[in-house]
């Protein structure tokens, strides 16, 4: 893959960038009105996503950092995106144009005032690994293999003006309507903000090492502040191969099970006793090691889960509480879900549409033993986002609803659902932090 000599930082830069790419998708939909006369809809409309989401995710990996982060996210929503979009985006995960050498070379010079031979006994200028917000390469220190991550140039600083280009795009997506939106939008700039202070990766990273050590099979590297800034990280380099390739081709039952335990394992000791969780659960955080253990990577981003939410979050999640109209709707209220000033059409219709949404999602929490490789409820949890999707009376009213800490509570679950499926966990013991 060939390397980048310069990334985009200035504002006007990186919104050239998307304009160029927004002339590309013009000319994607002059074919597909061209493709409908000798093709059905369905293959001419299968045709302009394939097209449209290689040209966005061709001028995302450009630019890299928020941008890239933001499409990212949205591969783990399988359930809304179209399938072209999941595959092409997801590829933001870990495969990504990396820093040509001069580039790495000079942001080790700016962080460290040396270069990196000066730092390590060797250090290989070519990247092993790089995705959305930074890139690896491999040292050695003292007979230590390492991982050294070092942040792409201008990521820290373009965050504000990534989100504002990128925010027409989600709250179409999402329907999300102008009033009341800032506080989502400001709860995913924080949490992109606190992804590029590598020191408080480098905190974050030994707290959650330490407090989860007692895991079994699941494992972690050691991280070197002395080797590390606000914007490189250096840890252990760890062996394995990457989640999403380990499941394309294990056929050991026993294996994903056991890969499966702990990941649940590690998930819900982190948001129930912890209070605070990796909310970036996706197959290119996660390693399996040759002896099948877990190898958890990355915490730039975790989420505090305050009580005041945590409480309520999981008190509407009981099936008892679910079969109880009066506290259902109580709870809505507490999470923001339903507000004051709704009519009683919107509070009819969001009480009924949260009411089979949570029926279907939490069903793995009402159990003791779940299989999540189940594929029936799945398929029930992309139906339903289709469904609702398509809503016409959805479309209607004002979809701002919930807590600002649904964002990173809710992709916590999705994408670690849909990490247990890929793994085809079955026998997985729910309660197991209790």
Not at 14 to 42: C, H, M, P, Q, W
Not at 145 to 150: E, G, H
Not at 168 to 177: D, E, G, H, V
Request: hydrophobic share 40%; charged share 25%.
């Amino acid at each position: 893959m060939k390397a980048i000599n310069k990334i985009p930082t200035s504002k006007i830069e990186r919104a050239s960038k998307l304009v160029s790419t927004g002339a590309k998708i013009g000319v994607n939909y002059i074919k597909y009105y061209g493709d409908k006369i000798t093709k059905s809809e369905g293959e001419a409309k299968d045709k302009l996503n394939e097209n449209n989401a290689a040209d966005i995710y061709d001028g995302l990996k450009q630019l890299k950092g928020s941008a890239l982060k933001v499409a990212q996210m949205l591969s783990m929503e399988k359930s809304i995106m179209p399938q072209a979009y999941v595959e092409k985006f997801s590829l933001a995960q870990f495969s990504v144009p990396p820093l040509s050498p001069p580039l790495v070379l000079k942001t080790f010079k700016k962080y460290f005032g040396k270069l990196p031979e000066e730092m390590f006994d060797t250090f290989n200028v070519n990247s092993v690994n790089a995705a959305s917000i930074g890139q690896v390469h491999i040292a050695e220190k003292d007979g230590k293999k390492l991982a050294v991550k070092i942040q792409y140039p201008g990521v820290a600083d373009s965050i504000a003006s990534d989100l504002a280009m990128v925010k027409p795009i989600a709250m179409s997506m999402f329907n999300i309507k102008g009033e009341g939106s800032d506080k989502y939008f400001k709860e995913v700039e924080n949490k992109l903000i606190e992804e590029t202070d590598y020191i408080l990766e480098v905190k974050q990273s030994q707290e959650v090492s330490e407090a989860c050590a007692h895991i079994s099979h699941l494992k972690f590297p050691k991280y070197y502040p002395e080797w590390s800034s606000e914007r490189i990280i250096t840890m252990d380099y760890m062996e394995g191969e990457h989640l999403s390739e380990f499941t394309s081709h294990n056929t050991n039952p026993e294996h994903s099970n056991q890969l499966g335990q702990a990941l649940w394992d590690f998930y819900m000791y982190q948001i129930h006793v912890l209070k605070k969780v990796h909310a970036d659960p996706h197959p290119g955080n996660f390693l399996v090691s040759k002896t099948g253990d877990l190898i958890a990577l990355d915490f730039g981003c975790m989420k505090h889960i305050p009580d005041d939410f945590y409480i309520p979050y999981f008190e509407l999640a009981l099936k008892e509480n679910m079969n109880n109209p009066e506290l259902f709707q109580a709870k809505l209220y507490e999470l923001e879900i339903l507000r004051a000033d709704d009519s009683p059409e919107e509070v009819t219709f969001f009480t009924a549409m949260f009411h089979e949404m949570l029926s279907l999602f939490t069903q793995p929490l009402h159990e003791e033993i779940f299989d999540f490789s189940n594929a029936e409820f799945f398929k029930n949890i992309a139906d339903l986002g289709e469904k609702y999707s398509k809503n016409t009376q959805l479309r209607k009213l004002n979809a701002n609803r919930g807590s600002k800490h649904f964002i990173y509570m809710n992709r916590t679950f999705f994408g670690l659902y849909n990490l247990m499926f890929d793994l085809k966990a079955k026998d997985v013991k729910i309660n197991t932090w209790m």
